[in-house]
């Protein structure tokens, strides 16, 4: 039976790979609709790898997911930070910084693949398999902690300049998501810095939340029919979880077949 950390990364990635589909095709034009799409694919990516890594029993399997994980993981406040940037209509004074964060992913992304970022897999605590950092590891937390912190900076900033209601709206719903979405991940480094239960990943799947309330309060992506949508999404998550707490064969077989339905 599923642990309920390897239940809610599960279900993080499917509402962050319904919700990035769902924005990007409401637009598919749209900049901002695009990094945000990018956003919620990487949080999907790096939650099917923490799935994989935590419930895999075979070392090999788990490994694989690990590489997973590490991709979505560093691309997370990359793609933010840019989503950030064209939000508050920042791309001509930060060029640069767009190239640096660009660059600094790549790099990471190229690190993971070696034992500098990694050892392997050793098991923590309840997990069978958890990551042994390399001498290098700390770099991903700093960077991550570093483009979180900026991007909220930026926002913060803007904020405090800007006489647009609908903006400031925007910005303080993407404020309350970016503390509790990132403010969760950033624990998923506790138990290889502090040997620290990663306790606040259940709280990522809290800023699909703020995002939704943001697009259907602010016009965050200018979308004007999105509650049926929601709703619908709403509904598959409820069924979801019914199908992962079956209580026998008969009771996951009917969950599962009324979720297809639906």
Not at 153 to 161: A, S, V
Not at 183 to 194: A, E, H
Not at 207 to 231: D, G, M, Q, W
């Amino acid at each position: 039976m599923m642990s309920l950390f390897s239940i809610s990364c599960l279900i993080t990635f499917f509402v962050s790979l319904l919700f990035a589909f769902f924005i990007l095709l409401n637009n598919k034009k749209s900049k901002l609709n695009i990094f945000w799409f990018l956003t919620a694919l990487s949080i999907s990516i790096w939650s099917l790898g923490f799935w994989g890594v935590v419930s895999s029993k075979d070392y090999r399997i788990a490994y694989f997911f690990q590489y997973l994980l590490d991709f979505g993981g560093i691309l997370v406040p990359i793609v933010f930070f840019n989503f950030i940037i064209e939000l508050l209509g920042l791309w001509g004074k930060m060029k640069r910084g767009v190239i640096v964060s660009w660059v600094t992913g790549m790099v990471l992304v190229g690190l993971s693949f070696t034992p500098l970022f990694k050892k392997g897999l050793t098991s923590y605590q309840s997990f069978a398999h958890w990551v042994d950092p390399g001498p290098l590891y700390a770099l991903f937390p700093i960077t991550f902690v570093f483009f979180t912190i900026y991007s909220l900076i930026l926002l913060i900033t803007t904020y405090k300049k800007t006489d647009n209601k609908i903006l400031k709206g925007q910005i303080k719903f993407i404020i309350f998501a970016q503390i509790f979405g990132f403010g969760g991940g950033i624990t998923n480094f506790f138990p290889q810095l502090f040997k620290v239960y990663p306790f606040r990943n259940y709280f990522v799947i809290v800023y699909i939340i703020f995002i939704s309330y943001a697009i259907l309060k602010h016009h965050l992506f200018n979308i004007k029919v999105v509650a049926t949508e929601l709703f619908t999404f709403a509904i598959w998550i409820v069924l979801l979880t019914k199908v992962f707490f079956s209580t026998s064969t008969q009771d996951f077989i009917v969950n599962l077949t009324i979720l297809f339905s639906v």
